[in-house]
């Protein structure tokens, strides 16, 4: 048995491989550091929750482990409430775990409540019928017990004193425990708000814009470069994604390295590595390459190479295919025109900036031969 880490990057580093001892690990941190929100997971089983609290990881329960144990102390320091919880994020639970467990528990002091945690889409999946005393829940009640903690500690905005320098350090620990959840898939906390509703009464309206700013701008290329023809080389614009194969001037890419010129319209950034992405909607432009054929782009001599790619804003990123990217972000390309028509010019005039630059700076090992741009 391990007493729950008193400080969260503790927590963090308990468990770097398994990522439900891991997330174990956060839970029970905060569970320890906000008495307030321990209090409150005791009372949604309905078991003594005055405290103190001791929070454990990794029980010992005769021969078997389980994963998270909160106890609430009597004034005598007896153990007055005790709840297990087994939590599942993509594994399933084991044959009779959870009768082993209720085996178990009902031999040690105090009330008690058994509990599995799992994923929402997960419930419907868990073993049934539960018997008193025992039950499922998700990570996503979780982090709505955390915020309905934090809104009592901090009003309906807690989330601004977070922000500050010298917030309190309970709301931030709750914060992170509710982003924890968010960012692993595990609970969608913000609410469906007014905002959302006018921007999908607006979103038919701007996808068309979009789909036609996407033809205007294909237009002003078709005299330097015009779309390739053939089966697989455009997809039709569908919800603000669409790309088109473009045919360029032979040059080192295409021949050296068996590449196709591609431009591409897309909801977010994927192309980029993931420590640059924006994820907004953006156009991107450059070659598209077979592995096979473009791994030598990311050996050791090319390292200044890329760099410059980089130092331009062009990316070089291996998802599948090789793909050597420039991005041009709607928000820029606001600005780029008055009309559709100007901005259309706008992004085709960018297309061609970049598919120059990428053609006219071959890697080192191109330079000099047959497949360099001439001079």
């Given at each position: 048995?391990?007493?729950?880490?008193?400080l969260?990057?503790?927590?963090?580093?308990?468990?770097?491989?398994?990522?439900?001892?891991?997330?174990?690990?956060?839970?029970?941190s905060?569970l320890?550091?906000?008495?307030?929100?321990?209090?409150?997971?005791?009372?949604?089983?309905?078991?003594?929750?005055?405290?103190?609290?001791?929070?454990?990881?990794?029980?010992?329960?005769?021969?078997?482990?389980?994963?998270?144990?909160?106890?609430s102390?009597g004034?005598?320091?007896?153990?007055?409430?005790?709840?297990?919880?087994?939590h599942?994020?993509?594994?399933?639970?084991?044959?009779?775990?959870?009768?082993?467990?209720?085996?178990?528990?009902?031999?040690?002091?105090?009330?008690?409540?058994?509990?599995?945690?799992?994923?929402?889409?997960?419930?419907?999946?868990?073993?049934?019928?539960?018997?008193?005393?025992?039950?499922?829940?998700?990570?996503?009640?979780?982090?709505?017990?955390?915020?309905?903690?934090?809104?009592?500690?901090?009003?309906?905005?807690?989330?601004?004193?977070?922000?500050?320098e010298?917030?309190?350090?309970?709301?931030?620990?709750?914060?992170?425990?509710?982003?924890?959840?968010?960012?692993?898939?595990?609970?969608?906390?913000?609410p469906?708000?007014?905002?959302?509703?006018?921007?999908?009464?607006?979103?038919?309206?701007?996808?068309?814009?979009?789909?036609?700013?996407?033809?205007?701008?294909?237009?002003?290329?078709?005299?330097?470069?015009?779309?390739?023809?053939?089966?697989?080389?455009?997809?039709?614009?569908?919800?603000g994604?669409?790309?088109?194969?473009?045919?360029?001037?032979?040059?080192?890419?295409?021949?050296?390295?068996?590449?196709?010129?591609?431009?591409?319209?897309?909801?977010?950034?994927?192309?980029?590595?993931?420590?640059?992405?924006?994820?907004?909607?953006?156009?991107?432009v450059?070659?598209?390459?077979?592995?096979?054929?473009?791994?030598?782009?990311?050996?050791?001599?090319?390292?200044?190479?890329?760099?410059?790619?980089?130092?331009?804003?062009?990316?070089l990123?291996?998802?599948?295919?090789?793909?050597?990217?420039?991005?041009?972000?709607?928000?820029?390309?606001?600005?780029?025109?008055?009309?559709?028509?100007?901005?259309?010019?706008?992004?085709?005039?960018?297309?061609?900036?970049?598919?120059?630059?990428?053609?006219?700076?071959?890697?080192?090992?191109?330079?000099?031969?047959?497949?360099?741009?001439?001079?």
């Amino acid at each position: 048995m391990t007493r729950a880490a008193g400080l969260l990057l503790e927590a963090t580093e308990r468990d770097v491989i398994d990522g439900e001892n891991r997330l174990t690990e956060i839970l029970a941190s905060v569970l320890r550091m906000v008495p307030r929100f321990a209090a409150r997971l005791m009372s949604e089983f309905k078991l003594p929750c005055e405290g103190p609290y001791e929070v454990n990881t990794q029980v010992h329960a005769d021969g078997k482990f389980v994963d998270m144990e909160v106890l609430s102390l009597g004034s005598d320091g007896g153990v007055a409430g005790r709840l297990w919880a087994e939590h599942k994020i993509d594994a399933k639970f084991g044959p009779s775990q959870m009768e082993n467990y209720l085996d178990r528990i009902q031999r040690r002091p105090g009330e008690w409540h058994l509990v599995g945690l799992v994923r929402e889409e997960a419930l419907n999946r868990v073993p049934g019928p539960t018997p008193p005393n025992t039950s499922y829940g998700t990570w996503q009640q979780i982090a709505g017990l955390a915020e309905h903690v934090a809104r009592d500690l901090g009003g309906l905005r807690w989330r601004e004193a977070t922000r500050k320098e010298d917030g309190p350090a309970n709301l931030m620990l709750l914060n992170e425990l509710i982003a924890t959840l968010e960012r692993r898939g595990l609970a969608h906390m913000d609410p469906f708000t007014t905002s959302d509703v006018y921007a999908l009464m607006n979103v038919t309206d701007a996808l068309g814009r979009l789909e036609a700013l996407w033809d205007r701008s294909q237009q002003n290329l078709l005299a330097r470069f015009p779309p390739s023809t053939g089966e697989g080389t455009r997809a039709k614009f569908d919800r603000g994604s669409a790309y088109q194969h473009l045919e360029t001037s032979t040059c080192w890419a295409t021949d050296g390295y068996g590449g196709w010129g591609d431009f591409v319209c897309e909801p977010t950034d994927w192309w980029k590595p993931e420590a640059r992405q924006m994820g907004v909607p953006c156009f991107g432009v450059g070659f598209v390459f077979d592995r096979s054929r473009a791994g030598a782009l990311f050996s050791k001599a090319l390292e200044e190479w890329r760099r410059d790619l980089e130092e331009r804003g062009l990316s070089l990123a291996d998802g599948g295919y090789v793909r050597l990217y420039g991005t041009l972000y709607l928000n820029e390309v606001v600005t780029g025109g008055l009309t559709l028509d100007d901005q259309g010019q706008f992004v085709a005039r960018w297309v061609g900036r970049t598919l120059d630059h990428l053609i006219e700076n071959p890697p080192p090992e191109v330079r000099g031969s047959a497949l360099a741009p001439a001079e």
